[in-house]
């Protein structure tokens, strides 16, 4: 019998894991001080590519953006003068959405033409990690360039177009089979807009580091723009915030 993913995960990086943990729990105390914590809504214009190795001179194929979502929870410290750490856990939907043309002609029993628009969709939960340069630039407004990563591990998905024949039977669908990546990494830069230390916009890039997919003809990537909506329960909660 296979062993679950994250069991194989924390099997193989015990040692490390554990280690890690243990120097969480003596740094917490302090690191808690000051903390500013919240929830995060994420809106994103969604796409991925696909790049064929073995036809390099292809070059790399885009499918058209998909409007998806993430929710989560955020905590940010301020490490030193204006740098600041933030690292979230978000439920979060990736994928695109393909335009497609099916028909069969001139055989004994006709497809007619049709037009889909095949939504495809894979939830993942994430884990952020940012660094951003606060610098005040105004009394309420603050601007701030930032760059980070993220760990996803892929739950579920809903991919239409495994689905729809014949779509399902060419090229790249064909190559999907269950070929996708349960843990990918991402990079984002950006910047954020911060309104009366309470609120914040993130507006990201979000690039693929390692593949959804790859197998000997497909290789499939992350291509994402986000906005990020981050509400800061700390503040609102706190009576002497500003």
């Given at each position: 019998m296979k062993q679950p993913f994250l069991k194989k995960i924390f099997m193989k990086y015990k040692k490390i894991i554990l280690v890690i943990l243990f120097a969480?729990?003596?740094?917490?105390?302090?690191?808690?001080?000051?903390?500013?914590?919240?929830?995060?809504l994420e809106t994103n214009l969604s796409s991925q590519t696909n790049t064929d190795p073995?036809?390099?001179?292809?070059?790399?194929f885009q499918w058209n953006s998909l409007n998806t979502f993430g929710v989560g929870m955020y905590a940010s410290k301020q490490v030193y003068e204006h740098l600041h750490v933030t690292t979230a856990l978000l439920f979060r939907q990736r994928g695109y959405k393909e335009n497609a043309q099916t028909g069969v002609i001139f055989t004994p029993d006709p497809i007619p033409f049709s037009y889909p628009s095949l939504q495809n969709r894979f939830n993942y939960i994430s884990l952020d990690a940012k660094v951003k340069y606060l610098k005040k630039n105004s009394n309420k407004l603050k601007i701030s360039p930032l760059i980070g990563f993220s760990a996803n591990f892929?739950?579920?998905?809903?991919?239409?177009?495994?689905?729809?024949?014949?779509?399902?039977?060419t090229y790249p669908v064909n190559q999907y089979q269950d070929n996708w990546k349960r843990l990918n990494l991402n990079y984002a830069i950006g910047f954020s807009l911060y309104q009366l230390n309470k609120y914040s916009l993130d507006f990201e890039f979000n690039r693929s580091i390692t593949p959804l997919l790859k197998v000997e003809t497909l290789v499939v990537k992350d291509w994402i723009w986000s906005m990020k909506l981050n509400i800061s329960v700390?503040?609102?909660?706190?009576?002497?915030?500003?």
């Amino acid at each position: 019998m296979k062993q679950p993913f994250l069991k194989k995960i924390f099997m193989k990086y015990k040692k490390i894991i554990l280690v890690i943990l243990f120097a969480m729990s003596l740094s917490a105390p302090c690191y808690l001080q000051n903390i500013d914590y919240g929830l995060v809504l994420e809106t994103n214009l969604s796409s991925q590519t696909n790049t064929d190795p073995t036809k390099p001179d292809d070059g790399k194929f885009q499918w058209n953006s998909l409007n998806t979502f993430g929710v989560g929870m955020y905590a940010s410290k301020q490490v030193y003068e204006h740098l600041h750490v933030t690292t979230a856990l978000l439920f979060r939907q990736r994928g695109y959405k393909e335009n497609a043309q099916t028909g069969v002609i001139f055989t004994p029993d006709p497809i007619p033409f049709s037009y889909p628009s095949l939504q495809n969709r894979f939830n993942y939960i994430s884990l952020d990690a940012k660094v951003k340069y606060l610098k005040k630039n105004s009394n309420k407004l603050k601007i701030s360039p930032l760059i980070g990563f993220s760990a996803n591990f892929l739950v579920s998905d809903n991919i239409e177009s495994e689905r729809m024949y014949p779509i399902n039977e060419t090229y790249p669908v064909n190559q999907y089979q269950d070929n996708w990546k349960r843990l990918n990494l991402n990079y984002a830069i950006g910047f954020s807009l911060y309104q009366l230390n309470k609120y914040s916009l993130d507006f990201e890039f979000n690039r693929s580091i390692t593949p959804l997919l790859k197998v000997e003809t497909l290789v499939v990537k992350d291509w994402i723009w986000s906005m990020k909506l981050n509400i800061s329960v700390q503040k609102l909660l706190s009576s002497d915030s500003k």
